[in-house]
């Protein structure tokens, strides 16, 4: 649990608070918009909530967003879900994302990196150049506004000139990594029924080369939409019959003409994991891509064009399209195409090094396998220049926050933040004004009125309750993708609170306002009343050196009773004896609660995870509940499906 009154981990200097962009914005924002000169971030954050139409009005100043056309309003409608942002206005993401070639054309726009680890530039100039050489190429093609546009391709130079160039056409995105197999992907392109499809011959990876084209002729053949499919020979294999060279398309020397879309004009296509169905697809907005994205990397991640943002992603996660949202504020991003743990777990410390990458974003399970594995980056590495390390995926416990502070700089911002694909973008998290407790999310985000609230709709503090959003966020999806009534859309976050999005997280908020994540609440542990989510016990039973990885279920059974057991992978040699099973016991009963140890500890050979990398617990628990294997999970959206079958053979046992 949170302590009453903990000391800071970190605080920021009194030049380090002047130096922030969130600072001179409030500033700006007092003189001219009315905002509280006075009270810091806490004032400035329940002012862009009170006064959400002005607040965002003054976010589009502050960053000078270019409007083609002018809004007649901020907000059209406010009502959650089909809230309407700036009416009237029309504009392009990707004309906004290529501004800063006219002032800073032969500086690095992206920093290429894969797994010889040494970073390969591309000017802004060079950016401008491709994207506008394949966008007049796809206008060429005959893609038009609001046609989708696909790409099962890495992280690399090559996907983010697509992106841009079929934004820039008014087309729409939507990509998957190339790890995924042919059924995940066709779960999702075939939803949105793509025109073009871009594709690799394969990537590399922990040192080997993997081949896809296989995937990729099974794709030609399952998307009967596509009129053109464009060959990236990343492995150096020739053009597929029927295909068109990269190069080819990427080589004049063209001005981008950039289509203006309405602020609602969709811009891409996300997709939820889709552990037990289809993934959804979320679609959100030209306009409110850009402006949260705008607020989120200039005014939280305090990113400008003096900085280097690499965050470890691939391009079937939303981070993904954050990371590339890092051109908006003119800041170079780092691509790495690779193995996150090449040739060893300290491999994104070196990254972060190489590339000069003031703020490396990564994930809370990369953080403690760095722990696990003794990595020691501050004495290894020169990481003077990084200022922010920021975690997501799940939180970050207590332990990552200490090992961070101790490992790579007692003076560095440790930023966990919480969002989710839903919005592209974070709930609670960064601020760069505002000091970190160990465990802690700093802040709710500026614009974003995050609330707990408990079962009957009452905000609680210092109290587990759902995380709810009272009000519109501007990249809130603006429909899914063939939703024609809109239902799925509502069921997924409005139908709890009718007009008030709940997410699916355990939380609690602070007296101090800072968040605590807990965990989803579709899988949260209810035992005789007391709720506690299930990151709190992988954040304990992790400690635990034995312990490679956890999941814990909680089964309500036929006769009212309740079943938790907790699974355990653990590292190479540790054995399950009873010293363990008691030292995990203690460690639960001591730390969490004596009412929430498990009702069996039971080994198993892994823990499944989604192709994103995040623990699937409800589908376990459905196969625990006797569900059918292809009826509890949808087989394309697991990391390794052949270990669902010791819980699928383990319920059968039960029963």
Request: aromatic residues 10%; glycine residues 8%.
């Amino acid at each position: 649990m949170t302590p009453a009154n903990p000391t800071p981990l970190w605080q920021p200097d009194a030049d380090a608070i002047a130096r922030a962009q969130i600072t001179r914005f409030q500033a700006w924002a007092a003189e001219r918009h009315g905002a509280p000169a006075e009270g810091g971030y806490a004032a400035l954050h329940r002012w862009s909530v009170d006064e959400l139409d002005t607040f965002w009005k003054a976010v589009t100043e502050w960053f000078d967003v270019r409007f083609s056309t002018p809004y007649t309003r901020v907000l059209g409608d406010r009502s959650m879900p089909g809230a309407e942002w700036f009416p009237g206005a029309t504009l392009n993401y990707a004309e906004h994302a290529l501004r800063a070639s006219a002032a800073r054309p032969d500086e690095p726009a992206l920093l290429a990196v894969d797994e010889t680890h040494e970073p390969r530039p591309v000017t802004w100039a060079e950016l401008r150049r491709q994207v506008g050489s394949l966008a007049a190429e796809l206008r060429a093609l005959g893609v038009r506004p609001g046609d989708r546009v696909s790409a099962y391709v890495p992280n690399i130079p090559q996907a983010v000139v697509a992106l841009l160039a079929t934004a820039a056409v008014g087309g729409v995105w939507t990509s998957c990594a190339p790890d995924f197999g042919a059924r995940s992907v066709l779960d999702r392109f075939q939803q949105v029924e793509p025109v073009l499809l871009f594709t690799v011959d394969g990537y590399r990876y922990g040192g080997k080369e993997h081949d896809r084209r296989e995937i990729v002729a099974e794709l030609r053949r399952e998307l009967p939409t596509l009129r053109a499919v464009v060959h990236i020979p990343l492995l150096g294999t020739d053009t597929p019959e029927g295909a068109l060279e990269w190069s080819d398309l990427t080589s004049a020397d063209t001005e981008p003409l950039f289509e203006q879309v309405p602020f609602d004009h969709p811009l891409w296509v996300l997709y939820s994991s889709g552990t037990t169905g289809l993934p959804k697809a979320i679609v959100q907005s030209q306009g409110g891509i850009l402006i949260e994205h705008l607020k989120q990397i200039g005014l939280h991640c305090d990113l400008g064009p003096e900085d280097r943002f690499f965050w470890y992603t691939s391009t079937g996660w939303m981070m993904w399209n954050f990371l590339v949202s890092g051109l908006l504020t003119g800041t170079t991003i780092v691509l790495y195409d690779g193995s996150p743990g090449h040739p060893d777990t300290g491999a994104q410390w070196r990254i972060a090094e190489r590339t000069g990458a003031t703020l490396f974003g990564t994930s809370a399970a990369y953080v403690m396998a760095c722990r696990k594995a003794g990595v020691h980056p501050g004495r290894d590495h020169d990481l003077s220049r990084v200022q922010c390390v920021a975690t997501t995926g799940s939180p970050l416990p207590p332990d990552g926050f200490s090992w961070l502070h101790d490992e790579v700089r007692d003076d560095l911002w440790i930023a966990s933040v919480s969002g989710g694909t839903d919005v592209c973008s974070c709930f609670a998290g960064a601020v760069p004004t505002f000091p970190v407790y160990i465990g802690e999310l700093q802040a709710p985000c500026l614009g974003t009125d995050l609330q707990s609230w408990d079962p009957s709709g009452r905000p609680v503090v210092g109290e587990v309750g759902e995380l709810v959003v009272t009000n519109p966020m501007p990249s809130m999806p603006i429909r899914f993708w063939n939703d024609p009534d809109g239902s799925r859309y509502h069921d997924s976050y409005f139908d709890m609170y009718p007009g008030v999005w709940r997410h699916g997280d355990w939380i609690t908020v602070t007296s101090r306002g800072s968040v605590v994540i807990h965990g989803r609440s579709d899988s949260t542990l209810n035992r005789q009343g007391v709720r506690m989510g299930s990151a709190d016990i992988y954040e304990a039973v992790e400690r635990l050196p034995e312990i490679k990885e956890s999941l814990v279920i909680g089964i309500e059974q036929p006769d009212g009773g309740y079943w938790m057991p907790l699974f355990v992978h653990l590292v190479p040699g540790a054995a399950l004896d009873e010293d363990l099973v008691h030292r995990i016991k203690q460690t639960i009963r001591e730390q969490l609660s004596p009412r929430h140890l498990p009702d069996e500890i039971i080994e198993v050979p892994g823990i499944p995870h989604t192709l994103t990398g995040k623990r699937i617990e409800v589908p376990v628990k459905r196969l625990l509940q006797g569900t059918p294997l292809e009826k509890a999970v949808n087989p394309g959206s697991i990391d390794d499906l052949d270990l669902l079958h010791f819980y699928e053979d383990l319920a059968r046992k039960r029963a």
